[in-house]
């Protein structure tokens, strides 16, 4: 038996940039407050920000084919303040605005005050996690209507976000990526959160029903296998958490600022961004519908 997806590939990208998108933003805070020095990292983050989640919005409105022919359908959405969808327009709509503001401050040279910062920071968090919450608003599949979900998706844009934003920082400020060893090791913590999160959203899955148990044998042992496990696991989770430990922990000071190693930093935070995408992508591809069952008369 064979089950198509409400959503398909194009859903999948849009939930990866909006949450890198906010995650990057984020960075750039936490860059403010722990590396104030990295201005120059911090403007790229702020600059991804807006540009991703952008990008993912175009891409929602291909794939909401009526909504892309009727406009109007996406501001019925702030009618129904007890709507999922009504919310992540609020989130995504403040969340771009407070994002450019932020740009064009650091074109005009000027500070970003400390409140508009924490503001793009609550709202960067909320947009990451209702990428999670969109999923659960199809309660017929097990594997989104989960609370687990939004939660996984928040600290994997977080996780995202950082990778863009110091592989991006490899090739163009080196010098103040060499100086951010704070924020290298808070994200080298998010993918073993991550990995955490994956285990346990798949053992609860698979606990509730047939469809839960089915959409997570598609994931590890199904049409998704491959994907998952060297994709998400492997590429996304696994080698980078190696590869940051043999930096951070187990490398010289001057071979940590080496080139080499920058290289080996770089290859990590795209394996990073690689496991994000994939995360989505497969949590929408994999997941198997409830099946009803009407008696007959």
Not at 203 to 216: D, E, K, Y
Request: glycine share 8%; aromatic share 12%; with cysteine.
């Amino acid at each position: 038996m064979t089950f198509e997806p409400i959503w398909n590939s194009l859903i999948a990208w849009y939930l990866f940039l909006a949450g890198l998108g906010a995650g990057a933003y984020i960075t750039s805070s936490f860059l403010a407050w722990r590396h104030p020095d990295a201005t120059s990292m911090r403007k790229i983050g702020h600059l991804i920000a807006p540009i991703a989640v952008a990008i993912g919005l175009v891409l929602l409105m291909f794939d909401a084919e009526a909504g892309l022919h009727n406009p109007l359908r996406f501001f019925y959405l702030l009618m129904n303040p007890g709507s999922v969808m009504m919310w992540g327009v609020v989130f995504l709509g403040l969340f771009m605005v407070v994002s450019i503001v932020t740009v064009i401050l650091d074109f005009m040279k000027k500070k970003v005050p400390n409140w508009l910062a924490i503001v793009g920071v609550v709202l960067g968090a909320c947009v990451g996690a209702y990428t999670g919450a969109l999923l659960g608003v199809a309660q017929t599949f097990p594997l989104w209507n989960n609370a687990l979900l939004p939660v996984l998706f928040l600290v994997s844009a977080i996780s995202s976000g950082a990778a863009s934003v110091l592989f991006v920082s490899i090739f163009a400020h080196a010098d103040e990526f060499n100086r951010v060893g704070v924020l290298k090791k808070f994200h080298f913590c998010l993918p073993i959160i991550e990995l955490a999160l994956v285990a346990s959203l798949c053992f609860i899955t698979a606990q509730t029903n047939p469809a839960g148990a089915a959409s997570v044998a598609s994931m590890i042992s199904g049409d998704w296998a491959v994907a998952f496990w060297l994709g998400l696991v492997f590429v996304g989770l696994v080698l980078p958490t190696i590869l940051e430990i043999r930096l951070l922990f187990f490398s010289s000071k001057e071979f940590e600022e080496s080139r080499p190693a920058h290289y080996i930093s770089a290859f990590s935070d795209l394996g990073v961004m690689v496991g994000g995408f994939l995360l989505r992508l497969i949590v929408v591809m994999a997941a198997v519908p409830l099946t009803v069952v009407v008696p007959l008369a």
